[in-house]
């Protein structure tokens, strides 16, 4: 491994404790972004980053963050590793573009037989790049039709797939997600989510909506993500994978934000020993480069020839690059050990957290370095987002009530403790006003 950039102080305090934020720099950013971006965007808080290593950021004015974050679960080899800026670089000085849809790329191949390595089902799989989250749920939709020849899906309350069309009416997490933009994708019906019972899909689905012979796909995140970091009871997939098996239907398992290592294993599911017959991945995948994913029994994609689907940059050879230097990463710096030892002891650190505040902190949950807290209402969820902004401390909101840490998985012992220190004075701050 090469040297951090320049600009990096090991020395300096990580992070140093931001007292006012944002600066006057970071309000500059915002009032010329406010003016020219689109308002959709949810924007979180005034976090305005410069440049980052590792697990810190360091924003426009100069303060430092612990990114607890990693840019919505993406950074997962941390910002900035040196191997990744190292393949990044080279690919970019080789060649920038060449789709892939039409021609033949080495890196997309490499990148393809990379995942495919790692995949959690038996048998052969066969892989396609996508840009982006959305774009690798919509291929796996299409590919689930078109493999199956049925026209119906069923996903779950609570989840998040993406924003273009098939994967916003797949989500079932918000309904602003989906006011103004009806009419949605036909045929696309919702469950509850874990830890309800999985016989609604039958008692009710199967029985009063859709017989179960006409359902392509079960869309599933092994563990929730934006929804609020909900891990399903043990058995719960299993028993998901059982009703898919007695009615020929696939089960996709939505690994955007779970896999690439969050949570101690490649890949959620592998918790479960549940097998999937289509896993989605994106965020995590290229370190930051936008890269997606979908791999399937390669009998599936066998069924669709030339032409049924195709992208111009998906799988663009910088973010391939990317890519496979990630996954080296990930296996030479034992990354998955790491996310398993510093998330362990993360949700350790905010048990005990819970414990003093039992009345703020209602549930600490999660698996390795993909950890969920819930607070009784959102608007104490958006007060601890806040005071740990303040601190230096990067968290995001999630679901109804919870505040989500999804750290990079090169997050050190160091760090994780400045992460609990500093999440711990957020909660005493909140809990006070709420007791004052
Ligand atoms: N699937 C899951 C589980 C996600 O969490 C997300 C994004 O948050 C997506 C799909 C969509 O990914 P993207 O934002 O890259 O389109």
């Known amino acids: 491994m090469t040297a951090a950039p320049s600009w990096f102080d090991p020395k300096r305090p990580q992070p140093d404790l931001v007292t006012d934020v944002p600066g006057p720099e970071a309000k500059a950013v915002l009032d010329r972004d406010t003016a020219i ?16 290593y590792g697990s810190v950021i360091e924003d426009v004015d100069g303060n430092l963050f612990l990114d607890f974050n990693a840019g919505i679960a993406v950074n997962s080899t941390g910002h900035a590793h040196p191997t990744v800026v190292a393949a990044v670089k080279e690919q970019a000085e080789n060649l920038l573009h060449y789709s892939a849809s039409d021609f033949y790329l080495p890196v997309y191949s490499q990148m393809c037989e990379t995942l495919a390595a790692t995949a959690p089902m038996d048998g052969k799989v066969r892989v396609f790049l996508t840009n982006s989250g959305a774009e690798a749920v919509e291929g796996a939709l299409k590919l689930s039709r078109y493999a199956t020849g049925r026209q119906y899906v069923i996903s779950f309350f609570g989840s998040f797939h993406g924003r273009t069309y098939g994967a916003m009416t797949l989500t079932g997490s918000k309904s602003k997600y989906h006011k103004g933009f009806g009419p949605l994708l036909p045929g696309v019906l919702h469950a509850p989510y874990a ?9 009710v689905l199967f029985a009063h909506q859709v017989e179960p012979t006409e359902v392509a796909a079960i869309f599933v995140e092994p563990i929730q993500g934006e929804g609020g970091f909900i891990v399903p009871p043990a058995g719960w997939l299993a028993r998901l994978r059982e009703i898919c098996d007695k009615h020929g239907i696939l089960l996709v398992a939505d690994e955007v934000q779970s896999g690439m290592g969050r949570t101690g294993k490649m890949w959620a599911i592998e918790h479960t020993g549940v097998k999937p017959d289509i896993l989605i991945s994106a965020k995590g995948i290229a370190s930051g480069l936008p890269l997606g994913a979908f791999m399937a029994r390669a009998e599936l994609m066998e069924k669709w020839g030339a032409g049924a689907h195709g992208s111009t940059y998906g799988g663009s050879p910088v973010p391939c690059a990317a890519g496979i230097a990630t996954m080296k990463v990930i296996q030479e710096e034992n990354l998955l050990d790491n996310a398993t030892k510093q998330g362990d002891f993360l949700l350790a650190g905010l048990r ?73 004075e957020a909660v005493a701050e909140v809990a006070g006003q709420a007791s004052a």
């Open 195 to 203: 830890p309800a019972s999985l016989d609604y899909i039958e008692d």
């Open 352 to 424: 005990e957290l819970q414990k003093k505040f039992p009345e703020t902190v209602i549930d600490v949950r999660g698996v390795a370095l993909m950890i969920g807290v819930e607070f009784p209402t959102g608007a104490i969820a958006e007060r601890v987002q806040d005071a740990a902004f303040r601190r230096g401390l990067l968290v995001l909101e999630a679901g109804v009530n919870a505040v989500r840490m999804s750290p990079p998985l090169v997050l050190t012992r160091e760090q994780a403790e400045t992460g609990l220190r500093l999440f711990g």
């Open 37 to 52: 971006t689109s308002p959709s965007l949810p924007r979180a808080y005034a976090i305005a980053p410069r440049r980052g």
